[in-house]
């Protein structure tokens, strides 16, 4: 498909009615695991070059470079050593933009996909009939064009992260539609799919980022 198509195919779909057109959409020829795939790469892609750009045009680390020298010299190194701990400091700057630029890029369809993969799983233990294929062709459909809107959100401070978190709860509203539809569950069933994994997830990142506090209040109080 190329890219009008596909904006109409995402319009479409986030304007609704969402039970008759996610029924419609999954009967159309292109409602096939290789378009989400390639939907949710062409996310990523967004994301990786939204992200470069920023770095080009507000430089970030060129700044936070220019003043180091001052800053290493009033803590009492010496211009070598000052030029040596700059250059370090830029060699892994540039590969942690790297890697972040590369996670994006992998991250973003790789998370969707399997995320995808849970709310079906859910869906199935909970008597749903429905693919994987189709669902994720319907999850695509509505959170690519979402997760690229959250990408250019994500750049205003304060207001951004709030409303890429709102997009993200109408992300798992929309899930549920589509799981009634490709599955065709009851709304108490396909509720369940979607908040189960939705609640298993935050329960396990509360778990993780209180066990590495904790690791960070014992390291601390060893120093």
Same mark, same amino acid.
């Given at each position: 498909?190329?890219?009008?198509?596909?904006?109409?195919? /995402?319009?479409?779909?986030?304007?609704?009615?969402?039970?008759?057109?996610?029924?419609?959409?999954? %009967?159309?020829?292109?409602?096939? &695991?290789?378009?989400?795939?390639?939907?949710?790469?062409?996310?990523?892609?967004? =994301?990786?070059?939204? /992200? !470069? &750009?920023?770095?080009?045009? &507000?430089?970030?680390?060129?700044?936070?470079?220019?003043?180091?020298?001052?800053?290493?010299? %009033?803590? $009492?190194?010496?211009?070598? %050593?000052?030029?040596?701990? !700059?250059? %370090?400091?830029?060699?892994?700057?540039?590969?942690?933009?790297?890697?972040?630029?590369? $996670?994006?890029? *992998? $991250? !973003?369809?790789?998370?969707?996909?399997?995320?995808?993969?849970?709310? /079906?799983?859910? =869906?199935?233990? @909970?008597? +749903?009939? +429905?693919?994987?294929?189709?669902?994720?062709?319907?999850?695509?459909?509505?959170?690519?064009?979402? @997760?690229?809107?959250?990408?250019?959100?994500?750049?205003?401070?304060?207001?951004?992260?709030?409303?890429?978190?709102?997009?993200?709860?109408?992300?798992?509203?929309?899930?549920?539609?589509?799981?009634?539809?490709?599955?065709?569950?009851?709304?108490?069933?396909?509720?369940?799919? *979607?908040? =189960?994994?939705?609640?298993?997830?935050? *329960?396990?990142?509360?778990?993780?980022?209180? &066990? /590495?506090?904790?690791?960070?209040? =014992?390291?601390?109080?060893?120093?």
């Amino acid at each position: 498909m190329d890219l009008k198509s596909s904006m109409n195919v /995402w319009l479409r779909v986030l304007r609704g009615p969402y039970e008759t057109v996610f029924a419609e959409e999954l %009967q159309k020829p292109y409602a096939r &695991l290789a378009t989400a795939v390639i939907w949710l790469v062409a996310a990523g892609l967004v =994301a990786v070059l939204v /992200w !470069i &750009l920023v770095f080009m045009l &507000l430089d970030p680390m060129g700044q936070s470079m220019a003043m180091m020298p001052d800053l290493l010299a %009033q803590m $009492g190194f010496s211009a070598e %050593q000052s030029t040596e701990l !700059i250059t %370090q400091m830029e060699e892994t700057t540039q590969a942690s933009m790297f890697l972040m630029l590369c $996670g994006l890029l *992998v $991250g !973003i369809p790789g998370l969707a996909l399997a995320w995808s993969g849970m709310l /079906w799983l859910a =869906a199935r233990l @909970l008597g +749903g009939q +429905g693919s994987y294929d189709k669902q994720t062709f319907l999850f695509a459909a509505f959170t690519t064009p979402l @997760l690229m809107v959250s990408v250019f959100l994500y750049l205003f401070p304060l207001l951004g992260p709030l409303l890429v978190m709102g997009l993200m709860v109408y992300i798992l509203y929309l899930s549920f539609w589509a799981l009634r539809v490709v599955h065709g569950l009851a709304a108490e069933r396909a509720a369940t799919a *979607v908040l =189960a994994p939705t609640l298993g997830f935050l *329960v396990a990142g509360c778990c993780v980022v209180t &066990l /590495w506090l904790s690791m960070l209040a =014992a390291a601390l109080g060893a120093a």
